[in-house]
C-alpha cells in the first residue's frame, strides 16, 4: 500500500485538497483529528503524559484536559519533545493499522503539516505533495477560518517549520474552488503526471527495466529510477523501497548502459542475465562472496566466450549480486528496447 503524505503551511488548502481525495474514493487519515480522537480512545495514552510531564491532565470525567495540556507544553520544548514522544508512536501504529484496513485502494493520504519532521515517520512516505498559496491568502483564509486576529495568525506562522524534501509536488492553490479541482485531477490522477509515476509500478513487477535500474557509487544494492528532481535523480532501493535523491554527479550507472565484454565483442548486460537463467534456472547466482572458481566456473556455463583479460571476477561478483537482487526483488522478465520505444511514443502522444 502507497502513501502519499499532503502537507503545507497554515491556510495553504491541504484540507481542501484532501476533501477532494475522499470524493474520489482515496481514503485520508487527518493526524491532527487522529491525535485528538486517541486521547479520548487509547487508555494508556493520557497516564503516560502524566507521567512524562510530571503533572495531572485529567478532567472530572477522566479524560485529557487539554487546555491543562496546551498550558503545560506551550512555553516549554523540552515538554512539547516529552509529549511527542509518548503521542507519535501511537500515532503511528495507529496509523499503520488503519493502512492496513485500506489495502485494495490504489493510495491513502496522510494529512499532516509537521510529520515529515518526525523522524520516526520517515520512511512511510511514497510521495510528498505540497500545498501552497501567497502568504497574504493564506493568512486572510486562517483569519476567517478560526475568527482570529492577524498578529495570532502570523505568530502561528513563524512557529510552524516545514520540511519540505526535494522531491515534492506543489500545487499552487491561489485560484477558485474549480482550479483547485483539476489541479488535485492532473497531479492526482493524470496518466502521466506526479503520482501516477510515482506510483504506478506494474511495468516493475511484471517486467524490469534496466534503463531505468540503476547502480550508484558507493552504494549497496539496485535502485530504481522514479523520477528527476532539481539536483539529480530520485530513486527507489529495490531492497527497503526507500526513496533518495541523489545528485547528477553521484555516479549514476544503468544497467542497460552495461556491457561484458567477449571474444566476439560487447554483449549487454540484459542478455548476460537471459543466458545465466538458462543455467541457473530457478537457482540463484552464486554469492559475490563465493569462491572465484565458482564465479568462473558459471560464467563459463553462460557466457563461455566472455574475455578474461577484460571480464575480471571482480565483474563477475557486481553481476551475479545483481541478478540475485532483480531475481529477489525484481523480475528476471526484461523490457525490449521495442517496448520501451513505444512506451516513450505513447507518452509523448498523450
Known sequence: MKTVI???GIGSGKSAVCALLRERGIPVYDCDSRVKELYDEDPSLVPALEEALGVPLRDKAGLLDRAALARRIFPDPQARDAVEAVVYPALLKDFMSWRAA????PFVALESAVILSK??????????????????????RAMERDGASQEAVRERMAAQQLLIPADACVIRNEGTPEDLRKEVERVFFGKNDYICKLLNNETRIMKTDLAKTLSIRGQHGLFL?????????????????KRSNFSANAGITTLADISIYTDEGEVKLQDVFGKMHEVLGDKDAPSAKADPKELKALFDKALPNYDSERFYVSHMKKVVEWYNALKKYA?????TDEEREAEAAGNAEA
Open 6 to 8: 499532503v502537507t503545507g
Open 119 to 140: 523522524p520516526l515517520f520517515r520512511g512511510i512516505a511514497d510521495a510528498v505533495v505540497v500545498v501552497d498559496a501567497p502568504e497574504e491568502i493564506r493568512l486572510r
Open 331 to 335: 523480475s528476471l522478465d526484461f523490457v
Open 225 to 241: 529510477y522514479i523520477a528527476q528532481s532539481r539536483t539529480g535523480a530520485i530513486v527507489e532501493a529495490f531492497e527497503d523501497k
Open 102 to 105: 485500506h489495502s485494495k485502494t
